[in-house]
């Protein structure tokens, strides 16, 4: 998949194999956030979701506003790196707008599995010599940390900002989520900040259909516990409030009374 997105040189999403016929995660995602880049493979999953779980659009807008106080909060601890992990389809603001907004010139190198996403980040992602987007696998972690365009724009000497913002809850546990996140944290310099969050069944055992019905589809996903979601932080110094339900986690507005849409937790970490 990746040479075929690479040898179109952007030429759009008719020479890509974007496997319209099936849902993909990312357009699902795009789906729930009120966005167009979506095909009816991927809004027939959603709406399937919705109906037994009506929480996930909302579950999905309180994920990005989550992501976008965590950035701004590492930009704001002076790291000027990040790499975004499971980009998703371009949502405004990006990772490299608020990034940048903090710190001009901020390095921001994107990483997404899904074909569209590179359609689309090529114009809304990449825009300049401080962005790169690579299609690529993060279970292949070795192999993504090899990539020449990531090692031009992040320097592991210095500290960087490794986002796994609603990823890894696509990566089985035959994939080893763990190995993914530690691996990562080997290769960061002291001074790096891990942004985490992540789908849970905690809040409502109806999650547990969410599963099952994009596996239905054949979208893998694995709902995990608090318990669970803590260990991707071992070793590292957890940023106050800790692990948390997204809305929780340093509020920029008042925090809505009925917390039972976050279906997930979130967190954001120090290697000291
Ligand atoms: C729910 S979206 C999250 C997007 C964004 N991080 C956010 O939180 O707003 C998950 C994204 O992860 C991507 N993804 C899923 N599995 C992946 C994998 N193994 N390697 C790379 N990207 C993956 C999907 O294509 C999708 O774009």
Avoid at 152 to 168: E, G, H, K, N, T
Avoid at 197 to 212: L, N, T, Y
Avoid at 250 to 265: E, F, I, M, Q, T
Wanted: glycine fraction near 6%; charged fraction near 25%; aromatic fraction near 6%.
């Amino acid at each position: 998949m990746t040479e075929k997105a690479e040898e179109t040189g952007g030429k759009g999403p008719a020479s890509l194999d974007l496997q319209m016929d099936r849902a993909h995660p990312a357009r699902v995602y795009d789906y729930f956030l009120g966005g167009k880049d979506n095909f009816p493979a991927d809004r027939e999953l959603g709406d399937l979701i919705a109906a037994v779980t009506p929480e996930m659009r909302d579950t999905a807008h309180i994920n990005r506003s989550f992501m976008v106080r965590a950035v701004k909060y590492v930009a704001e601890c002076g790291v000027d790196q990040f790499l975004d992990l499971g980009t998703g389809i371009p949502t405004s603001p990006n990772t490299h707008e608020v990034a940048q907004s903090v710190i001009p010139g901020a390095h921001v190198v994107y990483v997404d599995n899904d074909p569209i996403v590179s359609v689309h980040g090529r114009a809304l992602l990449a825009t300049d010599s401080t962005t790169a987007l690579v299609q690529a696998d993060i279970r292949d972690i070795d192999r993504l940390l090899e990539e020449p365009k990531l090692r031009q724009l992040i320097d592991f000497s210095r500290p960087v900002a490794i986002m796994l913002v609603a990823v890894l809850h696509y990566v089985t546990d035959e994939d080893d989520p763990g190995r993914i996140v530690s691996r990562l944290l080997q290769e960061a310099a002291p001074g790096s900040y891990l942004i985490l969050s992540h789908f849970s069944a905690d809040m409502s055992p109806r999650a547990h259909q969410v599963v099952e019905l994009a596996a239905r589809d054949g979208v893998a996903m694995r709902a995990r516990s608090r318990e669970e979601i803590a260990e991707f932080f071992t070793g590292l110094e957890m940023v106050e409030p800790g692990l948390v339900l997204p809305p929780l986690w340093r509020p920029d507005g008042p925090v809505p009374s009925d917390l039972s849409n976050a279906w997930g937790y979130a967190g954001v970490a120090r290697k000291n």
